[in-house]
């Protein structure tokens, strides 16, 4: 089995029904061409058929103190979820090389 965990952004989600009005109206439109970039590399793992892959998208990432404890939704933002500490993106990273459950899924997390 090869196995990847690759991480890109909430932002990636076209129509999460979480982003918040200004983020759709001022933040995203600047940062269009990353979240483009993104996209491409998720639809790239999508005809990896031989990989059992991962991809994580974090909501905005702080350097707070990780807590240990979050929320994972499959696909869209928790609901409330704005931010996340860059030690639990790698808590839920390392937890995930042995698990199954999101294998050729796109995880979601928030504090």
Not at 43 to 70: C, F, H, M, Q
Not at 71 to 90: E, K, N, Q, T
Request: charged content about 25%; hydrophobic content about 35%; proline content about 7%.
């Amino acid at each position: 089995m090869k196995r990847l965990l690759c991480i890109t952004s909430q932002g990636v989600e076209e129509t999460d029904p979480s982003f918040l009005w200004f983020y759709n109206w001022i933040f995203k439109p600047l940062y269009r061409r990353l979240y483009a970039d993104m996209k491409r590399s998720e639809e790239y793992l999508l005809s990896a058929g031989d990989i059992d892959w991962t991809v994580v998208r974090p909501t905005a990432l702080t350097d707070n103190a990780p807590r240990g404890k979050y929320r994972v939704s499959p696909r869209f933002a928790p609901h409330g979820g704005l931010s996340i500490a860059r030690g639990d993106v790698a808590h839920f990273i390392v937890n995930q090389l042995p698990e199954k459950t999101y294998i050729h899924g796109t995880p979601t997390l928030a504090d």
